[in-house]
């Protein structure tokens, strides 16, 4: 059913995690740093963090590091990347081996908040075709184009109270910055929502949350719209 490439890039990823996870185990944690952590995470983050549309990895500079702490464990322990549709989020959970434990998930997280947002996504591929994945949920319908004025009314009427005027998110409610992430990446995380395929998992609290406001966007025009305004906020 799937690409035979995102089979290969599953393995790939899964193996080096193995082999990175082995070689650098006999160092302590706490001689670890976030920086040399992060170097593993560059094939698919970007080096400076600001994502790869290539690889699907989003931005990670720009979110918080509560926001990121917690998306870790969940794409370790399930309560995300749980269904087989969702392959950028399996080859996610494949990667997490290698951030080791709760003394490295938190100083990583917290170097990769510091780093600097907003830089241009890597690209280390000939070409625009940005997916190596066939699945309706590889984006949007070409011909739907966003129309930021009418998504404004449905941010500031709904998302507005979890994520903030400007887009920064809210760590009470669970709610990351959507700030720096990419039309594409931000698409499909809704699209997760409103089918179940993230925020469905029965112990994801906050995620159930953002999957009911996700079911408001009842077509994908929808869709298009509010990420068209979040993109300019
Ligand atoms: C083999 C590629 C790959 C590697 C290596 C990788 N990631 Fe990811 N990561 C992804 C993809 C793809 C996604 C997007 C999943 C989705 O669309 O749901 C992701 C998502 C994330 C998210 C969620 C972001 C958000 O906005 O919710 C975090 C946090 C993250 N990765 C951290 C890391 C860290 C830290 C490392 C290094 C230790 C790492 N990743 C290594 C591919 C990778
Ligand atoms: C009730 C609070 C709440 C409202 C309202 C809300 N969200 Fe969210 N949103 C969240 C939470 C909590 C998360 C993180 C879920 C998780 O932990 O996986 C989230 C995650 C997201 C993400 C994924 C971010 C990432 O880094 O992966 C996007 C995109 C998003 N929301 C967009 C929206 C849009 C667009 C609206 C309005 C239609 C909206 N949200 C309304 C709480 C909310």
Redesign the pocket.
């Known amino acids: 059913m799937y690409p035979l490439r995102s089979l290969l890039i599953l393995f790939f990823s899964f193996s080096a995690a193995q082999a990175f996870a082995q070689s650098e185990w006999e160092t302590p944690n706490e001689q670890v740093t976030g920086e040399e952590l992060y170097v593993a995470c560059t094939f698919c983050h970007g080096l400076e963090a600001q994502g790869n549309d290539r690889r699907d990895g989003?931005a990670l500079a720009g979110?918080q590091a509560w926001?990121i702490e917690?998306?870790i464990y969940?794409f370790r322990n399930g309560?995300?990347a749980y269904s087989e549709e969702d392959i950028p989020g399996k080859i996610m959970h494949g990667s997490t081996p290698m951030i080791r434990d709760e003394f490295t998930i938190k100083s990583i997280s917290e170097y990769i908040a510091g780093l600097e947002p907003g830089l241009p996504m890597a690209r280390n591929a000939v070409g625009d075709r940005p997916f190596v994945w066939d699945s309706p949920y590889a984006g949007l319908d070409e011909s739907i184009v966003g129309d930021a004025a009418a998504?404004a009314s449905?941010?500031n009427?709904?998302?507005?109270?979890?994520?903030g005027a400007e887009g920064s998110?809210?760590e009470a409610?669970?709610?990351?910055?959507?700030k720096y992430?990419s039309g594409m990446?931000?698409?499909r995380?809704?699209m997760y929502?409103r089918d179940g395929i993230?925020?469905a998992h029965p112990e994801?609290v906050?995620?159930q949350?953002?999957?009911?406001?996700?079911k408001?966007?009842t077509t994908d025009q929808?869709?298009a719209d509010?990420?068209a305004y979040?993109l300019e906020l």
């Open positions: 989003p979110l926001y917690k998306q969940n309560l995300r998504g449905t941010y009427g709904i998302c507005m109270i979890c994520h998110g809210n409610l669970g709610a990351g910055s959507l992430l990446y931000m698409e995380q809704l929502f993230r925020g994801d906050t995620g949350q953002m999957a009911a406001m996700a408001t966007l929808a869709i509010v990420v979040i």
